[in-house]
């Protein structure tokens, strides 16, 4: 049977996750529109471009790192 307990664990998972998912969502949204913009003046700008855009995924990584931590009952 499931505790109250584990159901508050499952529930502060959940939110974890979907704040770092919903996080890099808004700051991908910025970055990619400036992002194109600058590739279309300037194709040779693509590296950096990408690097700046795939920054922001480190925060859906921490999210569900964290909600694996709460899952798991490490904490």
């Known amino acids: 049977m499931i505790s109250v307990a584990d159901a508050i ?3 502060a ?3 974890a996750i979907a704040g770092g998912l919903i996080g890099t969502g808004m700051a991908q949204q910025g ?3 400036a992002g194109m913009g600058i590739i279309a003046e300037k194709p040779e700008k693509f590296g ?3 690097f700046f855009f795939v920054i922001p995924e480190t925060l859906w990584i921490i999210g569900f790192v ?3 931590i709460l ?3 490490v904490i």
């Open 31 to 33: 970055i990619g529109a």
């Open 66 to 68: 964290l909600g694996i």
């Open 9 to 11: 664990l499952a529930l």
């Open 48 to 50: 950096q471009v990408l």
């Open 13 to 15: 998972a959940s939110i």
């Open 71 to 73: 899952l798991l009952h």
